[in-house]
T-cell receptor
């Protein structure tokens, strides 16, 4: 049973460039989440999908950020025109939930982004 | 709004000492509570969770947590810590109010001296 897989694990980019991260959730998990974590902080919620539908986006997610989950399986998070403040660990998590309760999320190893 | 507050940002203990990490939450609906651990160089892992039933829940590696509804608390405990417990610990809350997202506290860094 494979866990949540993220790639690339590390990305260094110049300010102004676009970057894209991919997440492959645990198979058959119907919910997929993106979080951002900076040093000394807990994961901050960005957005989540149930199947292919993006159900919620945080106000942290500016217009430069976009996430997709086209077939309800893997997801991509794209950051356009990166800024130094975007430097962080981007975490993907997934869960399988039949209803509103009992939603345990499982994390991938994260993708480190450094904007120089 | 949902929120999680962890009382201590850094804790230093000697091996065999007892551990209690505080966590208070604000949540308006049916609450699910979690503790996650992040060992150095590793990803976040689930330590234990509470959905319903017995408010004292036991997790992996000898950890336990107690849900006290009247205090909006979910403190993590371990009777005797080991050097290998050195890690960052995150309390989290989720449920069916405000969407199905899970909200995390800022974390507590635990360092156990051998």
């Amino acid at each position: 049973d494979t866990g949540v897989s993220q790639n690339p694990r590390h990305k260094i980019t110049k300010r102004g460039q676009n970057v894209t991260f991919r997440c492959d959730p645990i198979s058959e998990h119907n919910r997929l989440y993106w979080y951002r974590q900076t040093l000394g902080q807990g994961p901050e919620f960005l957005t989540y999908f149930q199947n292919e539908a993006q159900l919620e986006k945080s106000r942290l997610l500016s217009d430069r950020f976009s996430a997709e989950r086209p077939k309800g399986s893997f997801s991509t998070l794209e950051i356009q025109r990166t800024e130094q403040g975007d430097s962080a660990m981007y975490l993907c998590a997934s869960s399988f939930a039949r209803g509103p309760s009992g939603n345990t999320i499982y994390f991938g190893e994260g993708s480190w982004l450094t904007v120089v | 709004a949902q929120s999680v507050s962890q009382h201590n940002h850094h804790v230093i203990l000697s091996e065999a000492a007892s551990l209690e990490l505080g966590c208070n939450y604000s949540y308006g609906g049916t609450v699910n509570l979690f503790w996650y651990v992040q060992y150095p160089g590793q990803h976040l892992q689930l330590l234990l969770k509470y959905f319903s039933g017995d408010p004292l829940v036991k997790g992996i590696k000898g950890f336990e947590a107690e849900f006290i509804k009247s205090k909006f608390s979910f403190n993590l405990r371990k009777p005797s810590v080991q050097w290998s417990d050195t890690a960052e610990y995150f309390c989290a809350v989720g449920g069916n109010t405000g969407g199905f997202k899970t909200i995390f506290g800022a974390g507590t860094r635990l360092f156990v001296k051998a």
